[in-house]
């Protein structure tokens, strides 16, 4: 017989009329929300909708301004991180916050008062080890963080959480740094963590990837929820329009008949990794005009070294980087900027933007020292303002306001205003490295257009990322790369993923797999 107390059993958390604002701005309004034993809860919403803003609430990193928080039935009123990890509740962040010169085993320990002198270096090891075996999530428990790859170090996140056994788990964008093996592997692990009974609320912008591990969905749209359905009852486009209000197509790329002469041209080059080995090893490519060569590979096969290595920002150890006919390898990046290299860092907030300065501010940035935004000495504000103004229409950042840093402008936003800035130089070769990563369906949209604006404007664009479909949809030519090197190579029109991925993974194309 059914136990009526099971049957209306209270979600794991609930919320109840949360508001949540930032300089009178609201994140998150009127929010219910309920999760319950057992499900993968997915969140979604355009950039700035209130999702990182919900789950920080959750996770007691933010205190709403009003509405309450229940866990099995009971208010709860979290005032830390640490208070909520007490009651059970963790959070991988969209920024990962691991100490990246301690080991995997050292990083599961800190902060967990059982630890100590309770266990010694190998107890902990073997528990990192079993942890990671358990969820078919292997990590190497005495590696240091910084050895690891960037889907390894979120591994290391979420066996922190285990490791602290939570049964609530948060992930914001957990995917956006993953291949779409590592994905799979994620998915797998979260499978078998609801089918234990936890609870994990999963945020992304891939609806393919809602569809394929949550079981129900909650929408936000500037801050308040739109809908909640059960994902097996959500079309993708049903979800996609819910989260803009209205239906919404990809750009998608007509093939350019007009590419123009060689102007980014790379021979043999050699570029070193921090440990001094060689990531990029004798690799060789041209870019021309008005034309898109994106470069496939995993995350990790050299292509960082690359694009610093081309822009300036590592050293070259070997090969040259020619710009228009004219040798760059070891010119300075200020004065490669000049000769016309744009460029768009996977890591927008350490090396693209300055965090602090306001979003105007940073839009002016790399003409700060020219007319009009100074004269002599002496900056105009004005000329800044102006600019400022324009750019933040134009490509429709959202949520600036003056005088707030720009590291608080959700992660879609940061991306349009660093490719505002950057394509409204005067420049002659975009580098763009994962240009659309964490960004919703309406800017990746945007991001987009604008790629390909660019090349239809005669600009020789390296696009350089780890999502097959950006590729695919934005690239003239395809060249993929593996261990430093080039490894295949297609037009757009014989390029498909699965052949990029087989190349991607190492296999050769004499070799069939
Ligand atoms: N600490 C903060 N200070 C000021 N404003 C903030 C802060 N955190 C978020 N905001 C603002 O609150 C709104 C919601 O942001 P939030 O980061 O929750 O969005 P999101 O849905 O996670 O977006 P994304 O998909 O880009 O990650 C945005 O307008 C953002 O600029
Ligand atoms: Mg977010």
């Not at 788990?169 to 009974?197: K, Y």
């Not at 081309?310 to 228009?324: C, Y």
């Not at 990563?437 to 600009?459: F, K, P, W």
């Not at 990322?465 to 014989?494: C, H, N, Q, T």
């Amino acid at each position: 017989m059914a136990d009526p107390a099971q049957i209306s059993t209270p979600p794991a958390v609930e919320l109840r009329k949360i508001d949540k604002s930032f300089y009178g701005v609201l994140a998150n309004a009127d929010v219910d929300f309920s999760l319950s034993r057992g499900e993968v809860h997915a969140l979604l919403g355009e950039n700035g909708a209130g999702k990182s803003t919900l789950c920080s609430v959750i996770a007691g990193l933010y205190r709403p301004d009003s509405g309450e928080m229940l866990m099995d039935g009971e208010v709860v009123d979290l005032k830390s991180p640490k208070d909520a990890l007490a009651a059970g509740i963790g959070m991988v962040y969209q920024h990962f916050r691991l100490v990246s010169n301690l080991t995997v085993a050292e990083n599961l320990a800190l902060g967990n008062p059982e630890v100590g002198l309770r266990l010694s270096q190998s107890e902990l090891e073997a528990e990192a080890r079993e942890l990671g075996e358990r969820y078919d999530f292997p990590v190497d428990p005495t590696a240091r963080i910084w050895q690891l790859s960037v889907g390894q170090q979120q591994r290391v996140e979420i066996l922190k959480l285990l490791y602290r056994n939570v049964r609530i788990l948060i992930l914001d964008e957990p995917t956006a740094v993953l291949t779409p093996q590592e994905g799979q592997a994620l998915f797998r692990a979260m499978r078998s963590l609801a089918d234990e009974g936890r609870s994990l609320i999963f945020v992304s912008h891939k609806l393919h990837e809602v569809k394929q591990v949550s079981d129900r969905v909650t929408v936000l749209r500037e801050g308040r929820v739109v809908g909640e359905v059960a994902t097996a009852d959500a079309e993708p486009r049903d979800l996609a329009r819910m989260m803009v209000g209205k239906d919404l197509e990809l750009p998608t790329r007509e093939p350019n008949a007009a590419i123009g002469e060689p102007v980014l041209v790379v021979k043999d080059l050699v570029v070193a990794d921090d440990r001094g080995l060689d990531a990029v090893d004798g690799l060789s490519l041209t870019v021309s005009a008005g034309e898109v060569v994106g470069i496939a590979g995993v995350s990790g096969n050299g292509q960082r070294e690359l694009a610093q290595g081309i822009v300036g920002l590592m050293k070259v150890s070997g090969g040259s980087v020619e710009l228009s006919g004219k040798d760059v390898t070891s010119t300075s990046v200020l004065r490669k900027i000049k000769r016309g290299i744009a460029y768009v860092p996977q890591n927008r907030l350490g090396m693209g933007l300055a965090p602090g300065l306001d979003t105007e501010d940073n839009l002016a940035l790399k003409q700060f020292r020219e007319p009009p935004y100074s004269n002599g000495p002496m900056l105009n504000q004005k000329a800044f303002k102006t600019k400022g103004a324009e750019l933040i229409k134009g490509f429709d950042i959202r949520g600036v306001r003056p005088g707030l840093p720009i590291r608080l402008l959700s992660g879609g936003n940061l991306q349009k205003a660093l490719i505002a800035r950057e394509v409204t130089q005067d420049h002659c070769v975009l580098i763009a490295r994962s240009p659309t990563r964490g960004l919703d369906v309406g800017a990746t949209a945007v991001v987009r257009e604008q790629i390909l604006a660019e090349r239809d404007r005669g600009i020789a664009v390296l696009l350089i990322s780890e999502d097959l479909d950006e590729l695919l949809a934005l690239s003239d030519r395809l060249v993929v790369i593996y261990e430093g090197k080039i490894v295949g190579e297609m037009p757009a029109s014989e390029a498909t993923a699965e052949r990029l991925g087989l190349l991607m993974s190492g296999h050769s194309e004499e070799q069939p797999a």
